[in-house]
């Protein structure tokens, strides 16, 4: 269902990716203006950020790169860049957690989001994250967003500043993600110039760009076939 917020301002986090772009869109069409920031975290697919820039440019949405490449030094992931192959199947610190999964990022991604959300005097904030494919990570999950919200809105006493964070996808397959960009009319440009793939490869499929082989590709691979056998 589409809301509007069509006098307000709103902060999407992107990546460069298939959901982040979509929610890009999305906020488009139901905010007056949108701005946009992304993390630099020493990811091994850190092409995703000149994505991400250049989706930004070509929207003409204003766009914040931020970084926290200390990440890498703190906690545990096969997503850093020199770490193991994505595609190990178990994180080093729990067997029953995905090699890819980063711990805190989504907490720090929107803890920061959130000040500069306040800084450029925005209260919404959108992300991409979705627990129908879900992916392992209990950072994509609706109850961790919604305690999320409630912390940042305790940690700060600003007037006018309550955090509101949008979940567009939270509830649609990446099948049904990918209808809602037919929907907005941004299909094509999903396929074509957005950059999902951990191991950055811009090899183009049917999907888009991507190995093929990593989690990330197969879900969105997996993801456009049922699309378009549901819905073309």
Request: with cysteine.
């Amino acid at each position: 269902m589409i809301q509007s917020f069509s006098h307000e301002a709103a902060l999407v986090l992107t990546s460069g990716g298939q959901d982040s772009t979509t929610c890009l869109f999305w906020a488009l069409k139901n905010f007056a203006s949108v701005q946009a920031i992304s993390f630099f975290y020493s990811q091994k697919h850190a092409i995703e950020v000149e994505t991400a820039r250049e989706i930004c440019d070509e929207l003409k949405i204003p766009f914040k790169l931020v970084d926290i490449s200390f990440m890498k030094d703190l906690v545990v992931s096969n997503l850093f860049q020199g770490t193991a192959d994505v595609n190990q199947g178990s994180h080093p610190q729990d067997d029953k957690v995905p090699s890819t999964f980063v711990p805190y990022r989504n907490l720090l991604f929107l803890t920061l989001a959130s000040g500069w959300a306040g800084t450029i005097n925005t209260r919404h904030l959108v992300t991409g994250v979705c627990e129908t494919d879900y992916s392992g990570y209990a950072d994509c999950r609706d109850v961790f967003i919604k305690s999320a919200q409630s912390t940042l809105n305790l940690a700060s006493d600003f007037k006018n500043s309550r955090v509101v964070i949008h979940t567009p996808l939270m509830w649609l397959t990446k099948a049904e993600e990918f209808r809602m960009a037919q929907e907005l009319g941004c299909l094509d440009f999903i396929i074509q110039r957005t950059l999902t793939c951990y191991n950055g490869d811009k090899t183009m499929n049917d999907y888009g760009f991507g190995c093929g082989q990593c989690p990330a590709c197969k879900l969105r691979a997996k993801g456009y076939q049922e699309f378009r056998e549901r819905y073309l």
